[in-house]
């Protein structure tokens, strides 16, 4: 028997600023190529979650910004190990062990940071030489290297 992981976001949505839509869209294809290398919207968002974290951004104002619903966080039960990862990254934002029980507030943690990393994310995909997936790996490598 398959071992299910309770999804506390199941029926959390996921807001983004609105205007970065347009960019996350044109990021994310049908299919995965160099010019869309995310397959899906909440790849490029929880990859924007791990810059800010990464970069220690200060977490963005979304319930006084003009937002969207990207989908709901029903879409980690496909990918599990992310529901603890934004638990611990709540957990360690607030210094608190009892977020673990308010998976509306770890959203609104998880989602203010997004919008302050997507920025980055957003450049990096468009800043270098390159297509869009090669311009992301580089800066990548850079600011992990600059930030260790």
Not at 12 to 21: A, K, L, R, T
Not at 68 to 85: E, H, L, N, V
Not at 113 to 126: D, F, I, N, T, W
Request: charged share 25%; net charge negative.
């Amino acid at each position: 028997m398959a071992d299910r992981q309770h999804n506390p976001f199941a029926n959390i949505d996921i807001m983004v600023p609105f205007e970065f839509q347009d960019e996350i869209k044109r990021y994310n294809e049908d299919r995965v190529s160099d010019d869309a290398p995310f397959a899906r919207q909440v790849d490029i968002w929880f990859l924007a979650l791990c810059v800010a974290v990464r970069l220690e951004l200060a977490p963005a104002d979304l319930p006084n910004r003009k937002t969207y619903k990207m989908i709901t966080g029903a879409i980690f039960a496909s990918d599990p190990w992310r529901i603890q990862a934004l638990t611990l990254i709540a957990m360690s934002r607030t210094d608190d062990i009892k977020i673990a029980a308010e998976p509306r507030r770890i959203m609104s943690i998880a989602s203010d940071l997004a919008a302050a990393g997507l920025p980055h994310v957003l450049q990096m995909l468009r800043d270098g030489d390159g297509d869009p997936i090669w311009n992301l790996s580089d800066n990548l490598e850079e600011m992990l290297r600059k930030a260790a």
